[in-house]
């Protein structure tokens, strides 16, 4: 069965840390890009980062810039969302997802979706 499982989300107060985990099976996760993103009661989903087969490329949206990093680690199947700085408008349900292809690119659309964790920051 191909899919991805989120895990680590939770309640922090603003200025906290989590980190979220993202386990792949059933896809060759090692060639996969992987993307993570996130979406709060009434607002629209958005990519928050991705990162390529070989972490060599990654992507963040400008809003988490300098407070959330992805990273992977391909023996474990695993990616990996770092959030530090957490502010309350962080707040959301993360997804990950995994891209038909090996990099970050429009031309690879992400094809398989987690079921979320979800991510509170208090103020």
């Known amino acids: 069965q191909v899919q991805v499982v989120e895990s680590g989300g939770g309640l922090v107060q603003a200025g906290g840390s989590l980190r979220l985990s993202c386990t792949a099976s059933?896809?060759?996760?090692?060639?996969?890009?992987m993307g993570w993103f996130r979406q709060a009661p009434g607002k629209e989903r958005e990519e928050v980062s991705c990162?390529?087969?070989?972490?060599?490329?990654?992507y963040y949206t400008d809003s988490v810039k300098g407070r959330f990093t992805i990273s992977r680690d391909n023996a474990k199947n695993t990616a990996y969302l770092q959030m530090n700085s957490l502010k309350p408008e962080d707040t959301a349900m993360y997804f990950c997802?995994?891209?038909?292809?090996?990099?970050?690119?429009?031309?690879?659309?992400?094809?398989?979706w987690g079921q979320g964790t979800q991510v509170t920051v208090s103020s």
């Open positions: 059933g896809l060759a996760f090692g060639t996969t890009a």
């Open positions: 997802a995994a891209r038909a292809g090996s990099r970050c690119s429009p031309e690879y659309n992400y094809v398989i």
């Open positions: 990162i390529s087969w070989h972490s060599f490329t990654t």
